[in-house]
């Protein structure tokens, strides 16, 4: 049961264009959503989060967006350069207690930043 | 800069031997993970540790165990390896609620 789900496996966008990257979760618990981005033979890096109790967080040419109702986020890349080209992983997570917050992924999407 | 270190970054291994992959991190970051990346499936949680000597199954724990005896250090082991156990496996700490940090992974191959 894939409770975060990236539905698309790879996106192309030129050079200077916005890229978005969507993602759908099903577990109403989740109040915690994280953006990561991965070159091969490497490990994740942490790109933005948001908190369930906003809609938007910014941070430079990055932006996720939260819709709690459609239980989807999005995350724009504006301007695109060729160095965003990675697989991007959304992530998501619940409260906890007692035990460690566990993050739960979806597949990753692929972009590829064309010149 | 929190840094989580694991001890391979390539490993082959053969059918039917033990397998230990280490990992640090130097932050004392209460919480550390084990996920493998598969194409298509992306990561998925083997298991998770809260604290020294605690460990919780994670959403495919079957083959593997884990030893956290130290905060710093949280191994994950291959009792007989099989080859659909060849994978890219990723170390991650965090700190409370915060989003996961993680090594550079271990490519293992199974042969």
């Known amino acids: 049961d894939q409770q975060v789900k990236q539905n698309s496996p790879s996106l192309s966008v030129q050079e200077g264009r916005i890229s978005i990257l969507n993602c759908d979760y099903t577990?109403?618990?989740?109040?915690?959503f994280l953006w990561y981005k991965k070159y091969p033979a490497e490990g994740p890096t942490f790109l933005i989060s948001i908190s369930s109790i906003k809609d938007k967080n910014e941070d430079g040419r990055f932006t996720v967006f939260l819709n709690k109702s459609a239980k989807h986020l999005s995350l724009h890349i504006v301007p695109s350069q060729p160095g965003d080209s990675a697989v991007y992983f959304c992530a998501a997570s619940a409260p906890h207690t007692g035990t460690a917050s566990k993050l739960t992924f979806g597949t990753g999407t692929r972009l590829q930043v064309t010149l | 800069d929190v840094k989580v270190t694991q001890s391979s970054r390539y490993l082959v291994k053969r059918t039917g031997e033990k397998v230990f992959l280490e990992c640090v991190q130097d932050m004392d970051h209460e919480n550390m993970f084990w996920y493998r990346q598969d194409p298509g499936l992306g990561l998925r949680l083997i298991y998770f540790s809260y604290d020294v000597k605690m460990k919780e199954k994670g959403d495919i724990p079957e083959g593997y165990s884990v030893s956290r005896e130290k905060k710093e250090r949280f191994s994950l082991i291959l009792e007989s390896a099989s080859t659909n156990q060849t994978s890219m496996y990723l170390c991650?700490?965090?700190?409370?609620?915060?989003?996961?940090?993680f090594g550079q992974g271990t490519r293992l191959t199974v042969v």
């Open positions: 991650a700490s965090s700190l409370g609620s915060s989003g996961a940090f």
């Open positions: 577990n109403s618990m989740f109040d915690y």
